[in-house]
């Protein structure tokens, strides 16, 4: 595709269920990474891949979060028992020797 | 700890002005400074960026001036449009492809017409 494709765009999920992100990257990028942005802040990194490979996990704020990219394109980030502060919306971005392509992010709600 | 600081939250200017937003960081590794700009709905987008062997970059009505020994840097819109009318993130990175990118926490510009 032209760009950074994500889904669902919008997710509501009930507290305690667990959630699924996709991320599809612009073909033959190299690195991806997630976001965090919640409402009327920055965007705040989560973790980065160099094709399949997790190369930094540093930004995950629990161990309820998981991200995969088996196959070093498409990418999933699974949040599992979904509390309130998870509500925000996830950004995917990749890129290869130079500026970093977004997504237009998932928004996720949690009630 | 907020490594990238920006300032101000939020700033109207009229059309035809110059926007001037700022940022001070505090990790001297970082070597790559882009900007990014936000609309509702949408991911940020690159809109330009510099890095710390120059002390200012210009792309159209964009200019970029970085002072590395102070640690700050901005951005400054001449001839403000309302078509510019966004959030702008600062941003700062010790690689630019590789590396986490750092953002501050936004400036909410508004253009009157």
């Known amino acids: ?111 | 700890q907020q490594q990238v600081k920006q300032s101000p939250q939020s700033l109207i200017v009229q059309k035809g002005g110059i926007s001037i937003i700022n940022c001070a960081y505090e990790n001297t590794a970082f070597d790559y400074f882009p900007w990014y700009q936000q609309f509702p709905g949408k991911g940020p987008a690159l809109l330009i960026a510099i890095r710390p062997d120059v002390s200012e970059k210009k792309e159209g009505r964009f200019t970029i001036s970085f002072n590395k020994s102070a640690k700050q840097f901005s951005l400054h819109i001449m001839d403000s449009q309302p078509g510019d009318s966004a959030t702008y993130f600062c941003a700062a990175s010790e690689d630019s492809s590789a590396s986490k990118i750092i953002f501050g926490s936004g400036t909410r510009l508004s253009i009157r017409p």
């Open chain 1, 1 to 111: 595709g032209a760009g950074v494709s994500q889904s669902p765009r919008y997710k509501v999920a009930k507290r305690g269920q667990d959630v699924a992100l996709r991320c599809d990257p612009i073909s033959g990028h190299v690195s991806l990474f997630w976001y965090q942005q919640a409402l009327g802040q920055g965007p705040e990194f989560l973790t980065y891949f160099q094709n399949e490979a997790q190369l930094d996990k540093s930004g995950l704020p629990s161990d309820r979060f998981f991200a995969e990219r088996p196959e070093g394109s498409v990418s999933t980030l699974k949040i599992q028992r979904t509390q309130q502060e998870d509500s925000a919306v996830y950004l995917c971005a990749s890129s290869n020797t130079g500026e970093a392509f977004f997504g237009q992010g998932t928004r996720l709600t949690v009630v």
